[in-house]
C-alpha cells in the first residue's frame, strides 16, 4: 500500500502563495490518483482537487478553480499542491490522500498523508 | 453539491456499548460511492468502510455499514476503547468528493 509523506509546517502572509510537497513510496507511482483535502479548525475536510500522476492529468474542484495548482513529478514520486492568494481562512491542515484507482475523485481514500499545517496571518 | 449530516455530532456511549452513527445525503448516492473514516486526535484519517459495507483490509468484523438512497449507517458492535474517536462519512465519484461534518464517539 502506498505510503505518503508531507512536507513541513508553513507560515505565509495574506496574499502570497504556498506549495505543499506530498512524496509516495510503497508502490508504484502513478498506480493510485492522489487528491489534497483540507481541514481548518471546526470546519468539514474539504476537497481542492486531485491528478492521475501518470497522465499529470488533474481535476480542481469548483470552490477552489483558478486558485489550487496540483502536480507530479514522476522522477521523484513527488505530487504537489500549489495554493495561491492566500486568506486567514485558508489556515488548514492539509492532507494528500491516494485513490484505490487512478480515477481521481471516483473512489475512496486509501491512505493518507500525515497532514501539513498551513497557516495564513499577517 | 450533494451535502452529507451526520448525526449526532456526539455520542456517549461505554465500552461494550453498541454504537450507531448516521449520514443523510442531501441527495440519493449510489451505494458504492459511500466510505466512511475514522480520525483520532492528532492523526490523519484512516479508512473503515468503502462501497457502503466494505470493510477495508485489517477493519475488524465489529465495524459494519448498510444503507442505501440517502440513507447510511456505520455501526460498532461492541465498542473497544480505542474506538473513541471522530467518524466522518464521505461521498465520491462524478468526479468530486464530500464530506459530513463528523460524529464524536467519546466515552461516557
Known amino acids: 500500500q502506498v505510503h505518503l509523506v508531507q512536507s513541513g509546517a508553513d507560515v505565509k502572509k495574506p496574499g502570497s502563495s504556498v506549495k505543499v510537497s506530498c512524496k509516495a513510496s510503497?508502490?508504484?507511482?502513478?498506480?493510485?490518483?492522489i487528491s489534497w483535502v483540507r481541514q481548518a479548525p471546526g470546519q468539514r475536510f474539504e476537497w481542492l482537487g486531485g491528478i492521475t500522476p501518470n497522465f499529470g492529468s488533474a481535476k480542481y474542484a469548483q470552490t477552489f478553480q483558478g486558485r489550487v495548482t496540483i502536480t507530479a513529478d514522476e522522477s521523484t514520486g513527488t505530487v504537489y499542491m500549489e495554493l495561491s492568494s492566500l486568506k486567514s481562512e485558508d489556515t488548514a491542515v492539509y492532507y494528500c490522500?491516494?485513490?484505490?484507482?487512478?480515477?481521481?475523485?471516483?473512489?475512496?481514500?486509501?491512505?493518507w498523508g500525515q497532514g501539513t499545517l498551513v497557516s495564513v496571518s499577517s | 453539491e450533494i451535502v452529507l449530516t451526520q448525526s449526532p455530532g456526539t455520542l456517549s456511549l461505554s465500552p461494550g456499548e453498541r454504537a450507531t452513527l448516521s449520514c443523510r445525503a442531501s441527495q440519493s448516492v449510489s451505494i458504492n460511492d459511500l466510505a466512511w473514516y475514522q480520525q483520532k486526535p492528532g492523526q490523519a484519517p484512516s479508512l473503515l468502510i468503502y462501497a457502503a459495507s466494505v470493510r477495508a483490509t485489517g477493519i475488524p468484523d465489529r465495524f459494519s455499514g448498510s444503507g442505501s438512497g440517502t440513507d447510511f449507517t456505520l455501526t460498532i458492535s461492541r465498542l473497544e476503547p480505542e474506538d473513541f474517536a471522530v467518524y466522518y462519512c464521505?461521498?465520491?465519484?462524478?468526479?468530486?468528493?464530500?464530506f459530513g461534518q463528523g460524529t464524536r464517539l467519546e466515552i461516557k
Open positions: 510503497g508502490g508504484t507511482f502513478g498506480s493510485n490518483a
Open positions: 490522500a491516494a485513490h484505490y484507482s487512478l480515477a481521481v475523485a471516483n473512489t475512496w481514500l486509501v491512505s
Open positions: 464521505q461521498r465520491y465519484g462524478d468526479s468530486s468528493i464530500t
